[in-house]
């Protein structure tokens, strides 16, 4: 596999999966592996992808370090997942093969030589752009030598008085077992001679909760580089901003955590382990209980990667190794000292010019407070109402509940609820609804990887104060986004629905593009009750009049409008699919989308992340057509468009094409239907098919090949359209 193009940034290919053949001469069968890109290559294709984010010299400078910090935090998650899923199937001798035909083993083989050009690329843009330029914009991250007489009094005050306390030294000897080493944690090992000259092994973990960067207020004398005068007063007129990191401050005190004893070596190494910790709902009586001490095991979990810096000595790795239970391939050896996901402590830095322009979204002039109509129920009474996050403010979404939850004529609220986040508005006012006596049921999916500590406690505060909350159904997570108000209006129940393709979290909100419809459509209305019985109750619904819910029609439905495409191009009437999606795996969809094709229908996959399907392959995918869209913010909404010979059915949701989704998840599917909204649909989409900007096209290879107009003017226009893009 070769490493990417590096010829110019107009002109850009990412790396082909590792197992890549290229296209078959001969028309394959349908089911052939040469026709399917392996997931996690396809997943670490994407990584790539996000790490040219950080090579691009158009993205502000500490843009790039949030970049090169998000391939960091996702790799981490891969291995702690995808990974770990991996070792588990090869520990049980496990030969079963994906649709692509690797084994378990070939992948975890194709992984580890992807991870290591990853991650030799990633260090070679921190290095050799990012860190010399973060220097000429005055913000200095120095080591420990480097400081002045000065600056070091400084940092070792801030050591002994905030640092120190916090430290626990833990040794390794015949009367200290090996350490636990946490997961996702940055730790010294450090080797020390004792006054009888025999060396030990100890490790430091260093405290994530305090700054990873600690500022450093003291300048050093000035010291221009010329003798005239203007030198010497541009070098005094600089102001520049001074760090060091804290895993550094505490390597050069480490004295004091061990008196008496001479420090020989220390060195900075980072453990993953395995936290895909699976719940045993059938054996749990208390799914709240067993999803707590599921995410307590996951701190116990397997080491799955052993991360140290290349300098590091054999003797120490050793040591980790055997005593961590990890082998060879386990070890990934780089030119740092830090993960790359600690790099958001740089991101973070409050520098506005290093970073893109304030945002500040719109509110549509329906829901508008400032507007005379600031009654949302009012205005979803009139007509939908669509809102394009983050281009459009999640505000109305929260005014909507805060409203619902203080109006005497509401009767009651119900939502899910997957990844809220911490400190919620939307849980405040499902909180206030309860106080106002609302009748208030909420669906808190513990499951949601990752965020389970925040949904328990969330599930518990609103327990307390007298909510019907459920913690999802067997077998399944609840990843639909909805809420239900009902209300009295006169002698009469009207229902108000918000439907989205976003989690009902106001921080990511303006982060991801998602979509959401304000609606009472009484349909709509009617199947969205449906749902919730379905999710509190019993119900062997399977009828719903205009929503697609996995796992009960969802994959049955998108099957059927897809054949209609097929119907109507094998009649002589063009058919176009627009799928905007975050992950295309399902082998079933792809080998039906592969038939479209065949068939001459249209087919334009607008697919941020994964994806196994080839395009470009003759007699099979040459109609389909592949992009993948980075950028500012995270493209996280997901749009199913249908022709339907030009009377077309577009929907929106929270369901990928996955096997996850499709069938072991509580996946919402919404019909848009107004013809405003539908044409605001077709407009955006349009204007992502046609991205010029941030899109990389796939190859049917498996590479991507990045579309940029070289021209600076429409450069300059197309990053300000990608801002002002709304729908």
Not at 539 to 544: E, H, L, P, T
Not at 666 to 695: G, H, K, M
Request: charged share 25%; net charge negative; glycine share 4%.
């Amino acid at each position: 596999m070769s490493r990417p193009n590096q010829q110019n940034r107009d002109g850009r290919k990412s790396r082909v999966p590792a197992h890549a053949d290229g296209p078959a001469c001969a028309t394959p069968a349908l089911s052939d592996a040469k026709l399917f890109i392996n997931r996690e290559l396809a997943q670490l294709a994407f990584q790539c992808r996000v790490l040219e984010e950080a090579r691009d010299v158009h993205t502000p400078l500490l843009e790039r370090f949030k970049f090169l910090s998000i391939v960091g935090s996702n790799l981490e998650e891969f291995f702690m997942v995808r990974v770990a899923g991996l070792k588990r199937q090869i520990e049980s001798n496990s030969f079963v093969t994906g649709p692509d035909g690797l084994t378990p083993r070939e992948q975890l083989d194709a992984i580890n030589s992807e991870v290591v050009k990853l991650l030799g690329d990633a260090q070679e843009i921190l290095f050799t752009s990012l860190m010399p330029a973060l220097k000429q914009a005055d913000i200095v991250i120095l080591d420990y030598p480097e400081l002045s007489a000065e600056q070091k009094v400084e940092v070792d005050d801030y050591f002994l008085q905030t640092i120190f306390p916090v430290l626990t030294p833990l040794a390794f000897d015949p009367g200290h077992p090996f350490p636990h080493i946490s997961n996702l944690s940055l730790n010294l090992a450090v080797l020390i001679r004792d006054p009888r000259g025999e060396e030990r092994f100890a490790r430091v973990k260093i405290p994530d909760t305090l700054n990873q960067l600690v500022a450093i207020t003291i300048a050093p004398p000035v010291t221009p580089s010329g003798t005239d005068a203007q030198s010497a007063a541009a070098a005094a007129a600089r102001k520049p901003v001074y760090y060091i990191w804290l895993d550094e401050l505490v390597r050069a005190n480490l004295e004091a955590l061990f008196p008496g004893m001479t420090i020989l070596d220390a060195h900075t190494f980072h453990v993953t382990r395995d936290a895909d910790v699976e719940i045993q709902e059938w054996e749990a009586d208390d799914l709240l209980e067993a999803t707590e001490e599921g995410v307590r095991l996951r701190r116990f979990g397997d080491v799955v990667r052993l991360q140290v810096n290349n300098g590091m000595p054999a003797d120490i790795v050793e040591i980790l190794m055997s005593n961590l239970q990890v082998e060879s391939y386990d070890v990934y050896l780089v030119e740092s000292q830090r993960p790359l996901s600690i790099l958001k402590a740089i991101a973070a830095i409050d520098r506005h010019d290093l970073k893109f322009p304030a945002f500040v979204p719109a509110i549509p002039i329906e829901l508008n407070p400032d507007e005379q109509e600031s009654d949302s129920f009012a205005a979803i009474s009139k007509r939908d109402i669509m809102l394009h996050h983050p281009y459009e403010s999640f505000q109305p979404v929260v005014n909507f509940l805060n409203l619902a939850a203080k109006d005497p004529n509401v009767l009651a609220i119900k939502m899910t609820l997957y990844r809220v986040g911490k400190n919620s508005p939307v849980v405040e006012a499902l909180l206030k609804a309860i106080e106002n006596r609302k009748q208030v049921a909420v669906l808190v999916e513990l499951k949601a990887r990752f965020d389970e500590e925040s949904n328990i406690e969330w599930a518990r505060a609103l327990e307390r104060e007298g909510a019907h909350v459920v913690y999802g159904l067997l077998g399944l997570k609840i990843h639909g986004k909805v809420a239900l108000v009902v209300r009295k209006e006169g002698d009469k129940i009207k229902r108000y629905v918000h439907l989205g393709t976003g989690n009902y979290n106001a921080v990511t909100a303006h982060l991801y593009t998602d979509i959401g419809l304000f609606t009472c459509d009484e349909k709509i209305g009617a199947d969205v009750t449906d749902l919730f019985n379905y999710l509190t109750g019993y119900s062997a619904k399977r009828n719903y009049r205009k929503l697609m819910v996995a796992p009960i029609n969802l994959r049955e439905n998108l099957e059927k409008l897809i054949k209609r495409e097929i119907e109507h191009q094998q009649a002589g009437r063009q058919g176009h699919i627009i799928l905007k999606i975050n992950a295309l795996v399902d082998e079933q969809l792809i080998q039906l989308l592969y038939e479209a094709s065949r068939a001459g229908v249209k087919i334009d996959l607008l697919v941020r992340g994964i994806c196994c399907l080839r395009p470009g392959i003759a007699g099979v995918s040459e109609n389909i057509r592949v992009i993948s869209i980075l950028g500012r913010f995270l493209e996280h909404s997901r749009v199913y468009f249908f022709n339907n010979d030009g009377k077309p059915d577009i929907y929106c949701g929270s369901a990928d094409l996955m096997p996850r989704n499709l069938d072991r998840r509580v996946e919402v599917l919404f019909p848009i239907e107004d013809a405003r909204l539908a044409r605001q649909i077709r407009e955006a989409l349009s204007a992502y098919v046609n991205e010029r900007f941030n899109a990389w096209q796939m190859q049917p290879d498996g590479s991507y090949n990045l579309i940029r107009s070289a021209h600076p003017e429409v450069l300059e226009q197309a990053a300000q359209a990608q801002v002002a893009r709304t729908v």
